[in-house]
């Protein structure tokens, strides 16, 4: 093949390669843009119009990327979760590994209730977003097999059962009104939900 008939798809490749370059440099400026609004506004006041000014990005870009307010919400909450996945499955005992099962299943407890408490609105936005949302997303199935698995561990009858029970008390919507019609602080809630997990775990 001569040097003229590869030149196109080189070209080719370089040119999706941007593409791909630009989408990425996108998603980074519509993320840090509605992490900013939200914090500013309030999830519910933003609109997808307003995120895609402050990112500099056409509406079309964003809606191309995201769908809707709750899936950019979604995608932002994926960020700040993955970090507290990476501490949960290696970082650290009594969070990652190290610690005993009972132990590890409290201090997941701690950890996620400050997770829900400090972005609330984005963790209601793509929790409600449909009926079961909260049981559809990837990060739900990791929670729910990391507490079935500590159960398991701590010999706990029916791990499964009591995983989903465990998650049911750490919803947004549960979190959310012990905050915010009950007057309860994160470090209450954290009390009352690690107790929960202790006994979830005891084999009686």
Not at 59 to 75: C, E, H, I, N
Request: aromatic share 4%; proline share 5%; glycine share 12%.
């Amino acid at each position: 093949m001569s040097t003229g008939s590869r030149l196109p798809l080189r070209a080719q490749a370089q040119a999706a390669g941007s593409r791909r370059a630009d989408a990425v440099r996108n998603r980074g400026k519509v993320l840090d843009a509605a992490e900013r609004l939200f914090a500013r506004d309030g999830v519910e006041r933003v609109t997808m119009q307003a995120v895609a000014k402050e990112a500099g990005v056409g509406v079309g870009t964003l809606y191309r990327g995201f769908t809707d307010k709750a899936g950019l919400a979604l995608a932002l909450l994926d960020e700040r979760e993955r970090r507290f996945q990476e501490l949960m499955l290696s970082g650290p005992p009594p969070l990652g590994p190290g610690a005993e099962p009972v132990e590890r299943l409290t201090a997941f407890v701690s950890g996620y209730v400050g997770l829900v408490a400090e972005q609330l609105e984005l963790v209601l936005l793509s929790q409600t977003a449909a009926p079961g949302a909260r049981f559809r997303s990837g990060a739900h199935a990791l929670w729910r097999t990391h507490c079935r698995h500590l159960l398991d561990l701590a010999g706990a009858p029916s791990p499964g059962l009591r995983a989903d029970a465990l998650l049911a008390a750490l919803s947004g919507e549960m979190i959310a009104y012990w905050l915010t019609e009950e007057g309860k602080d994160p470090a209450e809630i954290t009390g009352a939900t690690a107790g929960l997990a202790r006994a979830l775990a005891s084999a009686g």
